[in-house]
């Protein structure tokens, strides 16, 4: 059975930086588009960011130019990089490829 773990949540202050990692326990990486997702306390999860086998990314509007995925398939592990983080990005990220989710990790970011 597939698991995936994410890592690098944590407490930030407003304009600083956090990379998440998340990996896979089996090398299915290659074989699915790769994505991660938020749900802030009281809202709807959505889609943050998405890279494709080929590498081609897409982001939500409010973390264009802030935030970068990247996959690194040897590794079995997807990572976001989040800069310039505002108190709106708290929420708990989750990353999702094929049918499958992580736990999440949570991301605070104070003012």
């Known amino acids: 059975q597939v698991q995936l773990v994410e890592s690098g949540g944590g407490l930030v202050q407003a304009g600083g930086s956090l990379r998440l990692s998340c990996a896979s326990s089996g090398s299915i990486f290659s074989f699915y588009a790769m994505a991660w997702y938020r749900q802030a306390p009281g809202k709807q999860r959505e889609l943050v960011a998405l890279i494709t086998r080929g590498g081609s990314t897409n982001y939500a509007d409010s973390v264009k130019g802030r935030f970068t995925i990247s996959r690194a398939d040897a590794k079995n592990t997807v990572y976001l990089q989040m800069n310039t983080l505002k108190p709106e990005d708290t929420a708990v990220y989750y990353c999702?490829?094929?049918?499958?989710w992580g736990q999440g990790t949570q991301v605070t970011v104070s003012s």
């Open positions: 999702k490829t094929g049918g499958w």
